[in-house]
Structure formats: C-alpha cells, structure tokens
C-alpha cells in the first residue's frame, strides 16, 4: 500500500492538553489501524476503521474514519504522561500488506 | 499467550559478520511479516509470508538479506555480510488472518549494530 502520509511529526504538550494526529492518504483506503509505540518499545494494535465517517472511542482516545476514506484522526483529551510515545497509522496494501505511515511522536509535560 | 518471541534483544556485530534474526509467531498465526525500523525510514516492511510461504519480499533491501520461514513456529532473516547501514530495530509480527484487516501482533524487537 502507498505510505500514508501523517501531521505533526512532532507535537509537545502541557498534560492536560488536547492532542490530535491526523493520517492522509491520496487514495481510497479499505480501512486503517491505528497503533502505538512506547519509546523503546514496539507497536501495539489501538483500533481498527472500516466505514466511512466511522467513529470510535477508547476512554480518552477518538478515532475517525474521513467520508471519502482517504484520511483518518486520532484525538487524545486532556492527555497525560502515559500518553507518550509515537502514534502511528498503517493501510493494507495487496494481500494483507500492512504499510506504516510516517508516525506522530508525542511528548507531554508535567 | 506469549505473544510472538524475537531473538536476540541486542546485537552487536562488526561490518562483515553474518547476522541471523530469529522469531516465533503466535501459535496458530498464519501470517508473519519482517519490519526495519529506524529514525530516517520509519517502518519498512521487508518481508511477508502468509501459511510459511514468502508473498512479497518488495522491500528487502539487497540480496544480502534473505529470510526463510521453514515451519508455521520459526522465521529468521539473515545479513551475509552486514554493514554498517544495517543498523536499526529490526520486529517480527504475526497476524491471525492472511487478510488485510487483521491487526498485527509485534515482537520486541532486535537492536542489531553494526560497526
């Protein structure tokens, strides 16, 4: 699948404050998985979106599926310091191909 | 469930030696993939197989990589020889479906540096 491209690279916080990364494709997806990544650790599954306009939330964690699936959001309220880590979001290509895109990393601050 | 075991954690290695990367799935997974990961790249997929079989080996970088996948419990990707450029964090995951929509499930994945 062609890499999804996602804004911020970066983005620092105050805990408390709101978070959100979002994810652009230039083509259709058939859904997309959101995954997280502790600094030095690996990613881990968050969610999965399939239908368009979807909309999913995890506690403090909203997931949102674009009307034309060609982008998704991940917004976090009122984060915290276990918020930390790199955010990404990843396509299937042919077969099931998974293609990461280029990630969000999240720092928050006492 | 020990989720999908990688070995070894760390490697060091001099430019030239053979690497070998080992990883067992989650049993009954029938999917396992082959991920580099470094700050300039990202995640690339290298490789992946779906019921021991190699699908798509697009991102394998040179012919100095090769992975093999002889039973559904043991997959290793090799370096002959390694280089420095190789350094990164090198994951295994496994999937349960050879489908697109089935998440991936991550080893911890192995530091390999090479000087």
């Known amino acids: 699948g062609q890499q999804v491209m996602q804004i911020p690279q970066y983005q620092h916080v105050q805990e408390g404050e709101d978070f959100t990364t979002y994810c652009n494709s230039s083509?259709?997806?058939?859904?997309i998985q959101w995954y997280k990544q502790r600094p030095g650790g690996h990613p881990v599954f968050l969610i999965q979106?399939?239908?368009?306009?979807e909309v999913k939330k995890q506690k403090r964690l909203t997931f949102q599926f674009g009307e034309a699936k060609k982008n998704s959001s991940l917004h976090i309220t009122a984060t915290q310091t276990t918020d930390v880590g790199t955010y990404f979001c990843a396509n299937p290509g042919g077969g099931n191909k998974l293609t990461f895109g280029t990630g969000t990393q999240l720092k928050v601050e006492l | 469930d020990a989720g999908v075991i990688q070995s070894p954690r760390h490697e060091v290695t001099e430019m030239g030696q053979e690497v070998t990367l080992r990883c067992k799935p989650i049993s009954g997974h029938n999917s396992l993939f082959w991920y580099r990961q470094t700050m300039m790249r990202g995640l690339e997929l290298l490789i992946y197989f779906n019921n021991n079989v190699p699908i798509d080996d697009s991102g394998m970088p040179e012919d100095r990589f090769s992975a093999k996948m002889p039973n559904a419990s043991f997959s290793t990707l090799k370096i002959q020889p390694s280089e420095p450029r190789d350094s990164a964090v090198y994951f295994c995951?496994?999937?349960?479906?050879?489908?697109?929509?089935?998440?991936?499930?991550f080893g911890n994945g192995t530091r390999l540096t090479v000087t």
């Open positions: 979106l399939v239908k368009s306009g």
């Open positions: 995951a496994s999937s349960g479906t050879p489908r697109g929509n089935s998440p991936l499930h």
């Open positions: 083509t259709t997806l058939s859904n």
